[in-house]
């Protein structure tokens, strides 16, 4: 029978444990070990029946198992003092607190659509999510004042199953917000705090604000699940990337709009600080800037003043390598939310919709495009690679025509994770028995030949392993009962991988360039690979296909396909339903991490760099990060067959360099041993690993360079632009409008060289002028710049280095010399251009306006 209401009757803890409630509910336990013990200790097998999570441990144990508990002093200390240690975490000043910049923000504001911060939230689908959540705690760890903001989504993403023959099954999980990690936002009555936002055809769409605590940093997540909302508007945050594209625009729009007016209600419900930075974790977030604009406009501040200072204060982190990856929507639906939700008239509909219009060649009119929204309301935006800061620069380029690709201004940041998450308790253990006093926790100095002996490491690495191999055996089984297997078939899954075996993982995205069966590309030798009499090699693959990708789901099928022989079964498993509870086990556990997307196709890719913090060595294409960060002492280069146009051919090639490098330098090294049975040179690679890349592939690394590269000059730039009611901002507003009137009358008129003769040496010095009309500019408003270096057959630069010129001598009206001396230092051939840019100090770079007039135009 269906009941009508339901309710969460919650525990009443006895006082003397009180504080478990708040030790369960700030997400910190998740990667503090210490708190996990104190929980698991209550009682370890509720512990393990309500996997691992405390909440629903709290909510399990029985009155008089917690009157015991209370009863026990020894228990008692233990709460009090985790609760001690926790309030010590989240009070006392860290390494934020420790910096001196002057312009430090008081509190960044940080939007995802997803966010993967614990097993017990599942509001992630994959990579961008689990990012976010490594994320927001490094900068906990780092107190970074961070304020987390996105959507609490009442499926998260589906669950993976497997049909008898292989196809992907989606399941979707309901979850009850009061079973989550999370409280409701009340305001001062103690009602539900809600946003709302105007809808076309006069509908309003309410959303309630729950907040996640993870360590110092706060998540704001907003449902639309709520009682006053009509059924569409209560849909809205059904699940994570589904629906109809107008389905996702409304997502879109609450997640940035509403998650702004979130912010506002929590300041003033909880007296924290207003954002002084907003850094939006791809473009889903975008129209956080609209919704800020309106606010600015609100309060008097015009339009053009209000957008240079939002532009100024936001950050933009781009993910995609592709275009087909970024988000674009129907500019007429757009139209009509945007005319919804701004009921006062605020904002001019055609300026909003200029911000995502693809007015490059090739763009689409019809099309609004949030990447370059997110491009156009930031002033400061990065890829997040090395490689990809380069593709999203070549990719965005025909946004800035007149500029060469490597003057776009997109910088790149390359991705961390978060080392308490992700490495083993077994490494973090021994780690911790070796340190030195002086060593630093994130360090890998413990990792040295005299602290850890080569058997003791082999022993961890291996102790790792056969977790692995135990927790893939339990998960094929029930995968295998899942798919109708009889309990009598399943003998051999006792069996199945072995502890001593060559691991090799790869589990992501089944997209199509990811490429999951490259593996499978002969199949005769893959097989001959793994069942190699001496040298074998063990396979673990997991990975989910979206639910509307027929091609990656084939993939999985073909996959499982091959897998489910009974010739190799034992050597390669498929494990349903990757996450971030899979992820635990998995990382540590492979001795190699195999990574073959298409190349420049993987942005950064985290899951290896998981993997080398726990000592595993790489094996990939060189793309992402280990395109930067690739060392013989890591692992191995797949090489890629760039050239190589037909895309089968490509993959017949890869695929053979994949197979040569197994046969022939990873699996020798793997099992070239020692008298005691120990891999010394394989052991020499670990050891590098941990030491030297274990520290660069932290997200305190990459949440420190958001500090000192975007945070930090965002809100300088800000507050310069801010102060003194905003006249920063209408000035420079004003000084661009009229700079874009002018420029068309901007030309280099002339140019001339002298001071080499026929025949330059390096040394000589060339002088360089430029006749230049600037219309109606003065010359502090722009500056006349002589891009020099070598050049290539086509007479282009092939890299230059800029050089501005100064005046020298005022012709007639509107017409200036400019000039400038060059010393010669590279000998081969030389050449160079002249050209104006628009010049102001609180212009993020050359290129901000797009202007640009160049000699010879
Ligand atoms: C780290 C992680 C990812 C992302 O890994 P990639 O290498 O970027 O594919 C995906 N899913 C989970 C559960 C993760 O922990």
Redesign the pocket.
């Given at each position: 029978m269906r009941a009508i209401r339901r309710f969460t009757v919650r525990t009443v803890l006895p006082e003397p444990l009180a504080e478990l409630d708040v030790l369960a509910r700030n997400l910190r336990w998740s990667w503090h070990a210490g708190t996990r013990d104190l929980f698991a200790g209550l009682d370890p097998q509720v512990w393990e029946q309500v996997g691992q999570d405390p909440v629903a441990l709290l909510g399990a144990l029985s009155r008089a198992r917690l009157a015991e508990l209370a009863a026990d002093d020894d228990v008692v200390a233990k709460v009090r003092a985790a609760s001690a240690d926790l309030a010590a975490y989240r009070e006392r000043p860290r390494w934020y607190q420790r910096q001196t910049g002057e312009h430090l923000p008081d509190a960044v504001a940080y939007f995802s659509p997803e966010f993967?911060v614990a097993p017990t939230l599942p509001q992630?689908?994959?990579?961008?999510?689990?990012?976010a959540g490594?994320h927001l705690k490094s900068a906990s760890d780092l107190g970074v004042p961070l304020v987390g903001v996105g959507l609490l989504y009442r499926s998260g993403y589906f669950r993976q199953g497997l049909t008898r023959d292989g196809w992907q099954v989606e399941h979707l999980p309901v979850h009850d917000p009061d079973g989550l990690p999370v409280a409701l936002l009340r305001d001062r009555t103690g009602e539900p705090a809600a946003v709302t936002l105007g809808m076309p055809g006069g509908r309003t769409l309410r959303a309630h604000v729950w907040v996640a605590q993870v360590g110092r940093v706060p998540l704001l997540l907003l449902d639309s699940d709520v009682p006053g909302n009509d059924d569409e508007a209560r849909s809205v945050t059904d699940r994570l990337y589904a629906g109809s594209s107008e389905h996702r625009l409304q997502q879109e729009l609450l997640l940035g709009v509403g998650g702004v007016r979130a912010l506002r209600l929590w300041s003033r419900l909880t007296d924290a600080q207003d954002p002084a930075v907003f850094h939006t974790n791809e473009g889903h977030a975008g129209f956080l800037g609209v919704e800020r604009v309106r606010e600015l406009v609100e309060e008097g501040v015009d339009a053009d003043a209000a957008l240079e200072l939002v532009r100024t204060t936001t950050v933009f982190t781009t993910h995609t390598p592709v275009p087909a990856g970024i988000d674009r929507f129907d500019r007429a639906i757009v139209a009509s939310y945007v005319e919804a939700l701004d009921e006062k008239d605020h904002l001019d509909t055609d300026r909003v919709l200029a911000l995502g219009a693809e007015e490059h060649a090739g763009g689409d009119p019809l099309v609004f495009n949030m990447a370059l929204m997110g491009l156009r309301l930031s002033g400061r935006a990065n890829g997040v690679s090395r490689l990809h800061g380069k593709v999203s620069r070549e990719m965005f380029g025909p946004l800035w025509p007149g500029f060469d690709p490597v003057e776009v201004p997109i910088g790149s940041i390359t991705?961390g994770?978060h080392a308490p998450t992700?490495v083993a308790r077994e490494v973090t253990d021994l780690a911790t028995r070796r340190m030195k006093p002086h060593d630093s926790a994130t360090g890998a100095g413990w990792v040295r030949r005299d602290l850890v002996d080569d058997v003791e490491l082999w022993e961890l690495r291996t102790g790792l392993r056969t977790r692995l191999v135990q927790d893939a055996r339990r998960r094929v089984r029930a995968s295998w009962q899942a798919r109708g297997a009889a309990e009598s078939e399943l003998g051999w899954v006792d069996d199945a991988l072995s502890p001593d075996v060559l691991t090799i993982g790869f589990?992501?995205?089944a997209a199509t360039y990811?490429r999951l069966t490259l593996m499978l590309a002969d199949p005769e030798r893959f097989r001959a690979l793994l069942l190699h009499p001496e040298r074998p090699v063990q396979v673990v693959v997991a990975g989910k296909a979206h639910p509307d990708d027929d091609g990656g789901k084939r993939l999985i099928a073909d996959l499982v396909a091959f897998a489910d022989a009974h010739d190799v079964r034992h050597r390669i498993v498929f494990l349903p339903d990757?996450?971030?509870?899979?992820?635990?086990t998995l990382?540590p556990g492979c001795d190699v991490w195999l990574?073959t997307p298409v190349r420049t196709r993987?942005?950064?890719?985290?899951?290896?760099?998981?993997v080398a913090l726990n000592g595993g060595l790489h094996l990939s294409v060189r793309d992402?990060w280990w395109d930067e960060w690739h060392d013989v002492r890591h692992g191995w280069v797949i090489p890629t067959a760039d050239g190589v146009d037909d895309p089968a051919e490509r993959d017949r090639v890869e695929a053979a360099a994949l197979y040569d490098l197994l046969e022939h330098q990873v699996a020798p090294t793997f099992y070239d041993r020692d008298e005691r049975g120990v891999p010394v040179p394989w052991l020499a690679m670990v050891r590098h690993t941990l030491a030297t890349l274990g520290p660069k592939v932290q997200a305190t690394r990459m949440v420190a360079d958001y500090v000192a590269h975007m945070y930090e000059p965002a809100a300088r730039a800000g507050a310069t632009l801010a102060g003194d009611d905003a006249s920063g901002a209408r000035e420079l507003a004003a000084w661009k409008s009229r700079v874009r009137a002018a420029w068309s009358d901007v030309r280099v008129d002339h140019v001339d060289s002298s001071g080499v003769g026929d025949a330059p040496q390096v040394g000589d010095t060339l002088a360089v002028h430029a006749w230049v009309s600037l219309g109606g500019l003065r010359p502090q408003d722009v500056e006349v710049q002589v891009l020099h270096g070598t050049v290539d057959d086509d007479e282009q630069l092939a890299d230059h280095t800029v050089r501005a010129l100064t005046v020298t001598e005022e012709l007639e009206a509107g017409r200036w010399v400019f000039g400038t001396q060059i010393e010669l230092t590279g000998t081969g051939h030389f050449g160079y251009t002249v050209r104006v840019v628009p010049r102001h100090e609180a212009l993020t770079s050359a290129t901000d306006l797009g202007l640009v007039a160049t000699a010879g135009d």
């Open positions: 993967g992630y689908s994959g990579g961008l999510g689990v990012l490594d991705n994770v992700w589990a992501r995205r990811k990757y996450d971030m509870r899979m992820a635990a990382y990574n993987e942005a950064c890719g985290t899951s290896g760099m998981k992402g």
